[in-house]
């Protein structure tokens, strides 16, 4: 079982705005920063968002990411066909920080984006 | 601009060690800036973080997987690696390599850069 809890499926028409919620607890999203992949078919994730709301120079502003308290949301505004995708989020866990090195970072499930 | 390729057997028998090995390529795996982890996917599922490793050898695993693995680093061949022991069907999925920028124990983790993936498949 994920982590993180994220709606398995989501859907928009093109130009629409569309968010994906990520939920999670206090010790990981509540007190660390969080990141989103996307993921097509067959392909390796790429960095769509970090530290929250921080976007890479290959992501387009479309993309936007926001965080309160223990939940984190993805919004994609201006939909596109090519947006179809699975979406993860992911984040630090603190429960697990030691030093006997053990770390973890845990995932949401995964959300699959139709373009209706 | 900084690439990773996977490389290692496709089919590993059960109970059998996985090796796996991450080139790195456009960029030293040595600089202190970045961290390099390792993460697996099975089929029609989600992503499962494996650990991170510094060129130093610091090291963080996942709890699930600490009694069988070990990651290691080689700067002189710009490479590092993840070993599985044991490893049964449940292991078989795609590996993926990763470069983290973020600092040990920060708060603000992530990965910028992913291998291709490579599919490793349990089996006898």
């Known amino acids: 079982q994920p982590v993180l809890t994220q709606p398995p499926s989501a859907s928009g028409t093109p130009g629409q705005r569309v968010s994906i919620s990520c939920s999670g607890s206090?010790?990981?999203?509540?007190?660390?920063?969080v990141s989103w992949y996307q993921q097509f078919p067959g392909t390796a994730p790429t960095l769509l968002i970090y530290?929250?709301?921080q976007r890479p120079s290959w992501v387009p502003d479309r993309f936007s990411g926001s965080k309160s308290g223990t939940s984190a949301t993805l919004a994609i505004s201006g939909l596109r066909s090519d947006d179809e995708a699975d979406y993860y989020c992911?984040?630090?866990?603190?429960?697990?920080?030691?030093?006997?090195?053990?770390?973890?970072?845990?995932f949401g499930g995964g959300t699959q984006l139709t373009v209706l | 601009q900084v690439q990773l390729q996977e490389s290692g057997p496709g089919l590993v028998e059960p109970s059998q060690t996985l090796s796996l090995t991450c080139t790195v390529s456009g960029g030293s795996i040595g600089s202190r800036n970045f961290y390099w982890n390792w993460f697996r996917q099975p089929a029609g599922r989600g992503l499962e973080w494996i650990g991170r490793?510094?060129?130093?050898?610091?090291?963080r695993y996942s709890p699930s997987l600490k009694s069988r693995v070990t990651l290691s680093a080689d700067t002189s061949s710009n490479q590092f690696s993840l070993t599985l022991r044991s490893v049964t069907a449940a292991d078989t999925a795609v590996y993926y390599c990763?470069?983290?920028?973020?600092?040990?124990?920060?708060?603000?983790?992530?990965?910028?850069?992913w291998g291709r993936g490579t599919l490793v498949s349990v089996s006898s």
């Open positions: 990763a470069r983290d920028p973020t600092a040990m124990d920060s708060a603000d983790w992530y990965v910028d850069v």
């Open positions: 530290s929250n709301n």
């Open positions: 992911a984040a630090w866990d603190d429960s697990l920080r030691s030093d006997d090195g053990l770390g973890n970072v845990v």
């Open positions: 206090s010790s990981n999203i509540g007190s660390n920063y």
């Open positions: 490793i510094y060129t130093t050898g610091i090291t």
